[in-house]
């Protein structure tokens, strides 16, 4: 058998390799026969994995499963030296149960957030979770949001990640972002913001929903109108129309109607992020969200990072301590509770392992 050497190299969406307590290497050929498998342990870095008896074969399938971040399959080259070339870049989302956020202090937040602090400041109704009690989010309150209350936690997290997005994005033909129309917010959650807007915005919708242009196309809108009658205060919801940008992944969805709200003529914003932009695929994260509570904010973190090139969100993402993730938590994410804590300093477990820790199977 051949003697196989491969630069294992897994890096997260900024690029930067990543850390990981335990990595399971499987290589082989496409029919899985002599596949090889060694466990590792990442520290920031590349390494090295020597194989002293690898499979055969011109071209290889190596695939890397983490604990903190998401699977990856590549097809490799082997060149005469027993070198393996993976022919793309080995690139990781997070695994989102894994990963927990570090919020930007109120007052830390720069010039990007001017807009969202002004919303904010004349916001006195915004509910910050589903079922949370209605409050001015600005300042102490802002900051008073506990990573470990899931519900407040990713509602907070959803809206930076919108605001990140519509702060950025123009509809077609405009000077200035879509967050410039947003008068007042109402509702956050973990999938999702709702949101007074002034009546260019919702005139802007309705066009781009009458003919598709600008990268956006027309998209079913009758899902959204209970999220507009489950705002209090409101008796009416017409002229409702929807439409969504066309990106495979992470596309954006704007929702808007005519209402009556307190009994005052105004227009509401549903605005969410969806993980697929099929409409088949779509669905059935529909499905799936019945089970799992909707979309999270991680994973459009991840599309995010990707599509605008690593913004300031307003927070940072940090592992959550494994011995605090329940293993059904593990399990449900595709994860593994790693059977021991590598030190950044100690070799990876093959190493220590010697030639025994490469395998077939």
């Known amino acids: 058998m051949p003697r196989l050497t491969l630069d294992l190299a897994l890096r997260d969406v900024h690029g930067v390799a990543v850390t990981d307590p335990l990595v399971r290497v499987r290589l082989g050929p496409p029919d899985g026969i002599g596949t090889v498998t060694v466990v590792v342990a990442l520290a920031g870095a590349p390494v090295r994995l020597e194989m002293p008896d690898g499979p055969a074969g011109a071209a290889l399938i190596l695939r890397a499963t983490p604990t903190l971040y998401r699977d990856c399959a590549v097809t490799c080259t082997v060149d005469g030296d027993g070198t393996v070339h993976p ?6 989302p997070r695994r989102p149960p894994l990963w927990q ?3 930007t ?3 830390a937040l720069g010039t990007p957030f001017a807009a969202l602090r002004e919303v904010l400041d004349t916001s006195p109704g915004l509910r910050v979770g589903q079922f949370s009690a209605p409050v001015l989010f600005a300042g102490a309150a802002f900051d008073a949001v506990d990573v470990s209350d899931e519900s407040r936690g990713l509602a907070k997290l959803c809206l930076l990640n919108l605001y990140g997005r ?6 077609p033909g405009a000077s200035t972002p879509w967050f410039a129309g947003v008068r007042e917010l109402l509702l956050a959650t973990r999938e999702r913001f709702i949101a007074e807007v002034d009546e260019s915005l919702w005139s802007t919708v309705h066009h781009l929903a009458e003919r598709d242009r600008g990268g956006y196309r027309a998209a079913p809108v009758a899902l959204h109108l209970e999220n507009f009658r489950a705002i209090p205060g409101v008796t009416s919801v017409t ?16 929702s808007v109607a005519r209402v009556t709200r307190d009994g005052h003529r105004a227009y509401l914003l549903d605005s969410d992020i969806d993980e697929n932009g099929g409409w088949l695929l779509h669905t059935f ?9 909707g979309t999270h904010p991680v994973d459009i973190h991840e599309c995010l990072c990707v599509m605008l090139d690593g913004p300031d969100l307003g927070y940072q993402l940090v592992p959550v301590p494994l011995g605090r993730v329940p293993r059904a938590r593990l399990r449900a994410s595709g994860g593994r509770a790693p059977t021991h804590s590598p030190h950044p300093g100690d070799p990876p477990a093959a190493a220590r392992r010697g030639r025994g820790a490469a395998k077939k199977r």
């Open 87 to 92: 022919m793309q870049p080995l690139v990781l």
């Open 101 to 103: 956020p570090a919020f």
């Open 105 to 107: 202090p109120w007052t």
């Open 166 to 171: 519509l702060r950025e994005e123009q509809p």
């Open 239 to 254: 002229a409702a129309a929807s439409v969504k940008t066309t990106e495979k992944k992470g596309n954006l969805q704007f």
């Open 285 to 293: 994260d529909l499905i799936r969200h019945a089970f799992n509570g």
